[in-house]
C-alpha cells in the first residue's frame, strides 16, 4: 500500500470511529404501572422493534432502549388512563438524523388486548390472551401462543406464527408466511414469498403472487391462489363449502381424506389430469376431469395452467 493509500485508509478509519462515537447509547426508559387484567396496550412509535410478552403480575412494565446519533434524538410519551396504556415514540426534532435505534420492551398481564404500530421495525407478541393487531411499514411479525384474533400486516418483511386460538387475518407486501397450528380460519397473502401452513381447524385463504403454497392439513374448505408456483394440499375434515386451487406458474396436488366427499373440476393447462378416487364423470379429457367423489358434496375447484393436476388419497 503507497502513502496515498495509507492516507486515505487512516482518513477513513477515522470517520468511522468518529461516527460511532457519536452514536451512543441514551440512558433507557424503565417504567411499571399497575393495571387491572383485561386492558389495552396501544404502542406508536416512529421507528423501533416491539417485543411484547406476558408475566404473573398485574402490571405494564415497559423498557425502551435507544441508541441515536443524538440522546435526546427520540421522546417517548408513556401514559395510562381508564382504559389504555400508550407508549409514543416520536421525533424532538423535524430534522431529526433518524439514526436511532430502538427496543421496546414490553411484559403485561397474561389477559390484555394489543394495538403495536411502528413505521420501523420488526414485531413480535408471545403468550397473549386477548386481541393483537399490529401494523409496521418496514419489519417482520412474529405470532405464538396467542389465544385471541390476530390483525396484523407490513410493508416489507416476513410473518411467522403458531400455536394459536382464534381467527388470523395478516399480509405481507414481500416476504414469506409461515403459520403453524391454528384453532380458528385463516386469511393469509403476500405479494411476493412462499406460503406454508400447518394445522388448521377452520377455512383457509391463501395467496401469493410470487410463490408456492403448501398445506399440510385443513379442517374447513380452502381457497388458495398463486401466480408463481405449485400448491400442494390436504383436506383432512369433510368441508361444508365450496374449495377453490389455482396457480398459475406450477402443479396443483390436493390430497383428500378417504371419506370427503365433492364435486370435482379439475383442469389443466400443459399438464394431464389424475385421480386416485373413482370419480363418477360427468366429463373427462386427458387435461380435465369432472364429476363426483364419494357421491359429491361442496365443489373442489382446482386449476393449473402451467403444469398438471394430482388428487390423492391419504
Known sequence: MNQRMKRLYLVAVTIAAAYAASATAAKPIHRELDVAPGGTLVVDTVVGGIEVSTHGKDSVDIEVERKARHDDELEVDISKDDKAVKVIGQWREKRSSRRSRVQYR?????????NLKTR???????????????????????????????????SGGSISLSDTTGDVDVNTSGGSINVGDVQGRIDVST?????????VTGSITAHTSGGSIHIDNAGGAVKARTSGGSIEAYISEQPHGDSE????????????????????????????????????????????????????????????????????RR
Do not use: C, Q, W
Not at 136 to 141: C, D, I, K
Open 245 to 312: 386451487l389455482s396457480t398459475s406458474g406450477g402443479s396443483a396436488t390436493v390430497y383428500l381424506a378417504k371419506n370427503i366427499a365433492v364435486d370435482l373440476d379439475a383442469r389443466a393447462g400443459s399438464g394431464r389430469v389424475k385421480s386416485d378416487f373413482d370419480v363418477a364423470v360427468k366429463t373427462h379429457s386427458k387435461h380435465s376431469l369432472e364429476g363426483k367423489i364419494n357421491g359429491g358434496g361442496p365443489r373442489l375447484v382446482v386449476r393449473a395452467s402451467g403444469g398438471g393436476v394430482k388428487i390423492r
Open 120 to 154: 420501523g421495525g420488526s414485531i413480535e407478541v408471545t403468550k397473549l390472551t386477548g386481541t393483537t393487531t399490529a401494523r409496521t411499514s418496514g419489519g417482520s411479525l412474529h405470532f405464538e401462543r396467542i389465544d385471541g384474533p390476530i390483525k396484523a400486516n407490513t
Open 191 to 199: 405479494s411476493g414469498g412462499s406460503i406454508d401452513i400447518g394445522k
Open 106 to 114: 414490553i411484559m403485561l398481564p397474561k389477559k390484555f388486548n394489543v
